[in-house]
């Protein structure tokens, strides 16, 4: 007896539990696309990323054309000056190398940077319309395997993106 009530007690509180879990979800992405501020930052982005390419670009030219001089002079050279304009050639390539790896970094960082703002005005306007709403957990669409049912709050929470984005 004391075995069935208890099974009985077990089976409504989970039913209770449930009841006061409520679930939705967002689509991250078109959240993410509607933000004027995120368009921005992405021109933003872009700009710093043809800047740095340009620059590149640039140096890569100075090494071709000081590649070039060397080949051009190699048959006169004697092997002293031969070893030196290699070694110059060589630092030339290695520089065009780091600043290569150096403008990736740099653009990971300009990303995070502007991004940083962004997704936290994401996740403040979910906030407020999880506790208007009183839903206790939001999941992304687009990293969840499988949703079925649950409430669509994308629409609820573009709104208030965007009206958090104008001020």
Known sequence: MKKLILAILVVVSAGTMSAQTNIAHVN????L????????????LQKFEQDGMLELQEMEQDFNAALAKYQAA???????????EEEK??????????????????????SNELNAPILSLVQKAVKIVSER?????????????????????????IKELLKMDKQ
């Open 133 to 157: 709403n009183k839903i206790n957990y939001v999941i992304d669409e687009s990293v969840t395997l499988y949703f079925g049912g649950g409430t669509d709050i994308t629409d609820e929470v």
């Open 74 to 84: 190699l048959a006169g050279m004697s092997p002293v000056i031969q070893k030196i």
């Open 33 to 44: 696309d509607t933000l004027p501020s995120r368009k921005a930052a992405i021109v933003q």
């Open 28 to 31: 991250s992405q078109a959240l």
């Open 89 to 110: 050639l060589m630092k030339k390539q290695q520089g065009l190398q780091e600043r290569e790896q150096g403008l990736q970094q740099e653009m990971q960082v300009v």
